[in-house]
């Protein structure tokens, strides 16, 4: 049974070992060497330089702790709104559940790019919005709503709910109505039997979707970078800049590895807590 | 940097840049920056050279950090073999050792260019003089602006706007202003101080030069520190626009051509440059870009010459060296990051 399933996803993890592990492993040297602006990467040096300044920067702290905040708020709301939804769409009536299914994936049928353009028109200080507001004399000036939190929150929770969606209607799909209904004769409340039967067996289906959005979400990049702006900055934006306008590949390796072992940290973590959880 | 290491970042660069199709052996790959500039490339240049050479040219966009990142991450193997780059990192370029010395002896037309055109060791030569100045909407300013502190003015509370220091006009007024209040290349302090009141009261700032249009066009702003040559461009699509150099003194743009080390097509690439500076060239795309020509030959219409940089606006441009540029950007970009844009 074991080796089977090593067999199976043999394949899948040759591919991704080659094509995404090796070269993101081969950037990591890079977050080691010196660089000196207007002349280059150092060849053959070796110093702790990027990551001591990434230690030591308020600046780089600041954006680090906006961007796990992010993740969590975006996983937090995606969770909120989802679960309903998902519940809908897995328990509903059953001519609902195609409609329903579609509106979620529809989204992810559009370019993100377009997307993020569709939310500056309807959220830009001269923008469907603001324009609405103004023109009900609801207010006079216009409501910031881009290169802030709002902007990011709404874009990015627009972006990755279906993801959150589709994990939980499968979850929910999974729960066994005997269990559900045997607490139901027993006396429980349907308060109960959700919260002590229904949420804890929904908790991989939890897990898996809160995982999915909080990696999404704080690897995200063009979606900050265009509801972001230059202001409003978060660690894929920075990794970017650091890489593609500063040309300093040493920061920008040393920022991507932090972030990536921040957020193997707390995927492990969440792991760890939602199995006791499952269990108990 | 092994070369295996090189190679898994070229594969990414280039997966950024978007894939280039396999160069055939007369194709000639040309980097450029997008939108109305590629149509003038193709328009005045690439036509030209196609007719002459019989060799074709494929053109890959970007902006100049991209082609600098890419030229790196090619490393002596790069994927294209012309690029048209910002002065500064073009010398930053040359200190890595990865720019092919032109040979002005391959280039027919090197004698008519003037002569400060010329990078250092010949690593690149300037293709066209363009600037930061003051664009305003006339409907809206009545008197022309005549100092970069004119968009201080509280008549434009809000309705100004500058950019942020990733691009070149942004980096560009910081400099300007810390110039005015005494700064050096060397301090920076007097420009920041000036700058922070003044992007913190900016109705945008700008990371791509033609989100101005459409603030332009609904009349959202009526003054901006930009480029006389896009707002020459919108001109002729009906904008109201008009161009004033600061009595400061404009700063002065100069993108370059320039050709990455290890290009298989040396040769062709220097017909491909040389067509840049032939005057027919340099005419053409100034007159559809309203830029300045580096072709001593060149006369341009007058409709052209109130825009772009020429005469007294000309000798009055400060020209910063591209070296102390290319050593300072990093630095006062994270400046910027964390005291401006914060």
């Known amino acids: ?280 | 940097m092994t070369s295996s290491i090189r190679t898994a970042a070229a594969a990414v660069v280039a997966l950024g840049l978007g894939l280039a199709a396999p160069a055939r052996a007369d194709e000639l790959t040309v980097g450029a920056f997008g939108g109305s500039f590629a149509d003038n490339v193709k328009a005045c240049h690439i036509a030209a050279f196609e007719k002459a050479t019989g060799a074709t040219v494929a053109l890959k966009l970007g902006n100049s950090s991209q082609f600098a990142a890419a030229v790196r991450a090619g490393a002596g193997s790069p994927d294209m073999d012309v690029i048209f780059i910002d002065n500064s990192l073009a010398v930053q370029i040359r200190n890595e050792k990865l720019a092919e010395p032109l040979q002005r002896a391959k280039l027919s037309h090197a004698g008519e260019i003037i002569p400060n055109a010329w990078g250092v060791d010949d690593s690149y030569v300037v293709a066209m003089v363009s600037a930061t100045a003051l664009v305003y909407n006339p409907k809206l300013v009545k008197a022309p602006p005549t100092s970069w502190m004119d968009l201080a003015d509280p008549a434009y509370a809000g309705k100004y706007a500058i950019g942020d220091i990733s691009g070149t006009s942004g980096l560009q007024f910081l400099l300007a202003l810390n110039k005015m209040k005494g700064g050096t290349l060397d301090n920076l302090d007097p420009g920041f101080e000036a700058i922070k009141p003044l992007a913190k009261g900016s109705a945008v700032l700008y990371t791509q030069a033609d989100q101005l249009l459409s603030l332009f066009e609904r009349g959202e702003i009526a003054i901006a520190a930009w480029y006389p040559d896009r707002a020459g461009v919108a001109m002729d699509k009906g904008l109201s626009l008009a161009v004033a150099y600061p009595k400061e003194g404009s700063v002065g743009i100069l993108p370059v051509v320039q050709i990455p080390k290890g290009s298989k097509k040396v040769e062709l690439a220097h017909k491909f440059i040389d067509t840049v500076l032939s005057a027919d060239g340099q005419k053409c795309f100034s007159e559809r870009a309203y830029i300045g020509s580096v072709n001593k030959g060149v006369t341009l219409s007058d409709k052209v010459s109130h825009i772009a940089p020429t005469g007294a606006a000309l000798d009055s441009m400060w020209f910063i060296d591209p070296d102390v540029l290319a050593k300072q950007i990093p630095g006062w970009t994270r400046r910027w990051q964390r005291e401006v844009a914060r």
């Not at chain 1, 627009?158 to 929910?172: G, K, Q, R, S």
């Not at chain 1, 269990?179 to 349907?190: F, K, Y």
């Not at chain 1, 707390?266 to 199995?275: H, K, T």
């Open chain 1, 1 to 280: 049974m074991k080796r089977h399933g090593i067999a199976l996803a043999g394949p899948l993890a040759l591919v991704l070992a080659v094509f995404f592990l090796a070269p993101a492993l081969l950037t990591l040297p890079t977050g080691f060497r010196e660089y000196v602006p207007g002349q280059g990467i150092t060849a053959g040096s070796w110093t702790l330089d990027a990551y001591r300044d990434i230690v030591s920067d308020d600046f780089y702290r600041e954006v680090l702790w906006r961007t796990l905040g992010l993740g969590l708020a975006v996983t937090a709301i995606c969770l909120l709104l989802g679960y309903p939804l998902a519940w809908m769409i897995a328990r509903g009536p059953a001519q609902l559940r195609m409609p329903l299914l579609l509106l979620v994936i529809f989204p992810m049928m559009l370019n993100l790019v377009v997307r993020s353009f569709g939310w500056i028109a309807l959220l830009a200080n001269r923008g469907l919005i603001n324009n609405l507001l103004t023109d009900l004399g609801l207010i006079a000036a216009p409501v910031k709503m881009m290169f802030n939190l709002t902007g990011m929150l709404v874009g990015l929770v627009h972006i990755y709910l279906p993801f959150m969606v589709l994990m939980l209607v499968a979850a929910i799909q999974n729960v066994p109505r005997d269990v559900e209904a045997a607490a139901m004769t027993l006396g429980s409340t349907r308060r109960h039997v959700f919260l002590a039967i229904t949420l804890p067996l929904t908790a991989p289906g939890i897990l898996a979707g809160s995982i999915l959005v909080f990696v999404l979400t704080i690897s995200a990049l063009v979606t900050p970078r265009m509801l972001g702006g230059p202001t409003y900055r978060v660690m894929a934006t920075l990794i970017y800049d650091e890489y593609m306008q500063m040309l300093d590949w040493p920061t920008g390796s040393a920022l991507a590895f932090v972030l990536t072992a921040i957020a193997l940290a707390i995927i492990w973590a969440a792991n760890r807590v939602a199995r006791r959880w499952a269990v108990t």
